[in-house]
């Protein structure tokens, strides 16, 4: 089992910037890939960022692109999310996901493993 813990989330105002750590215990995954999703409710948990543990390959959706960055200290099994000019559609409960597979894995239903999720509000 792999045990993921969101932390960082928080009331920001639009335009600010924050950080979210996702803290990996258990049995954690020397490959594979760790990516973060967000979800509003009665929508789908959508795709926001991932990464690959081995080689750093990050891949972004487009409403993120160049305002998100995530990246993985493999020593520490810890994924972050920089969010910078945040907005008020970027509001919604974030979670950190844990997948063994690599490649192009975007869905939810391809993570075996997510944290609790992370409150983000951003107001206008």
């Known amino acids: 089992q792999v045990q993921l813990v969101e932390s960082g989330g928080g009331l920001v105002q639009a335009g600010a910037s924050l950080r979210l750590s996702c803290a990996a215990s258990g049995r954690t995954f020397s490959t594979g890939t760790m990516g973060w999703f967000r979800q509003t409710p009665g929508k789908e948990r959508d795709f926001v960022a991932r990464v690959s543990w081995s080689g750093g390959n990050t891949y972004y959706a487009d409403s993120v692109k160049g305002r998100f960055t995530i990246s993985g200290d493999n020593a520490k099994n810890t994924v972050y999310l920089q969010m910078n000019s945040l907005k008020p559609e970027d509001t919604a409960v974030y979670y950190c996901?844990?997948?063994?597979?690599?490649?192009?894995?975007?869905?939810?239903?391809?993570?075996?493993?997510w944290g609790q999720g992370t409150q983000v509000t951003v107001s206008s």
């Open positions: 996901a844990a997948s063994g597979n690599i490649g192009s894995i975007t869905r939810h239903w391809q993570y075996d493993y």
